[in-house]
């Protein structure tokens, strides 16, 4: 069982910059892919970035490549998200995951932590 709990949500200028990050409970965390999702008001769930067990696989929506990066720390159990150039649009709720595999499908991850509100104003 992993547990998730993610932090560093708030609210920022379009421009700006913020570090989520995803604590996780567990001895195993270092066994699991994980990844970031997103839900805006009235929308789907949407796929951020992944990365693999060992961190050297990462994988990212093009609306958010070359400005987002995801990172782990397996000796800490935690998978961050760094966010930069912030655009309005970013706004959402951000949620990270587990699960066995690398992918951008939600419905592939087993663990989910409860979100961090991510506002960006214009």
């Known amino acids: 069982q992993v547990q998730l709990v993610e932090s560093g949500g708030g609210l920022v200028q379009a421009g700006g910059s913020l570090r989520l990050s995803c604590a996780a409970s567990?001895?195993?965390?270092?066994?699991?892919?994980m990844g970031w999702f997103r839900q805006a008001p009235g929308k789907e769930r949407e796929f951020v970035a992944s990365?693999?067990?060992?961190?050297?696989?990462?994988n990212y929506a093009d609306s958010v490549k070359g400005r987002f990066t995801i990172s782990r720390g397996n000796a800490k159990n935690t998978v961050y998200l760094q966010m930069n150039s912030l655009k309005p649009e970013d706004s959402a709720v951000y949620s990270c995951?587990?699960?066995?595999?690398?992918?951008?499908?939600?419905?592939?991850?087993?663990?989910w932590g409860q979100g961090t509100q991510v506002t960006v104003s214009s």
């Open positions: 567990g001895r195993t965390f270092s066994r699991y892919a």
């Open positions: 995951a587990g699960g066995t595999y690398v992918t951008s499908r939600y419905s592939d991850y087993t663990y």
């Open positions: 990365i693999n067990w060992s961190g050297s696989s990462t």
